[in-house]
């Protein structure tokens, strides 16, 4: 379908006997900005996941319909789900930052898809931390652990992550919400 990024057409989501998510038909156009807006509990954060398969990891999940990013089918059998992570980046409500140095949180991903070059990986570093309006706070501490950060810094460096493989969709759950507005509106 011409000018949709992302569609779903009769998703349900079942955790266990809950449904939790009840025939969504939805198309997104490419290079907007959507927002989904509820009560708690009502399934935003549980639709994200479904557009990243996210909740593959969840014990008793399962998920009828059909979910498509650029035309393809995120659910068959063949999709590689690393590749689709990589498409369809997520950063969460909490901070995550992985247990190792701020410079190889930002570089994990682009190492796992296949980048090597010290120069490159350093580009892509500064590139995703000012994206996410961190360089100039950690620029001198880009080989010390990302945990010592704050949490607003955390999340800033979550969002960087992100960002560094060039995603064709960010999924945000709530990611600005433990930010100051400075950072936020950044």
Not at 76 to 86: A, C, E, M, Y
Not at 109 to 119: E, F, L, Q, T, W
Not at 132 to 139: I, K, S, Y
Request: neutral net charge; contains cysteine.
């Amino acid at each position: 379908m011409e000018n949709v990024k992302i569609s779903t057409r009769k998703l349900n989501l079942y955790y266990g006997t809950n449904h939790a998510l009840k025939d969504i038909d939805m198309d997104i156009r490419p290079n907007a900005i959507t927002a989904f807006i509820g009560p708690s509990g009502c399934g935003k954060s549980t639709f994200l996941k479904t557009l990243n398969r996210m909740n593959d990891l969840v014990e008793g999940c399962r998920i009828t319909g059909e979910v498509k990013i650029d035309g393809e089918d995120i659910y068959h059998p063949d999709t590689d789900v690393t590749l689709l992570r990589k498409r369809a980046g997520m950063v969460f409500q909490k901070p995550n930052p992985f247990p190792m140095s701020v410079y190889d949180n930002i570089a994990y991903g682009p190492r796992v898809h296949g980048i090597r070059k010290k120069a490159r990986l350093d580009e892509i570093v500064e590139q995703s931390l000012r994206e996410a309006a961190l360089w100039d706070e950690v620029h001198d501490r880009l080989k010390k652990s990302a945990l010592g950060l704050s949490g607003g810094q955390q999340q800033r460096l979550c969002i960087a992550r992100a960002l560094a493989v060039e995603p064709d969709v960010l999924l945000m759950d709530e990611a600005t919400s433990a930010l100051d507005p400075i950072s936020t509106s950044k």
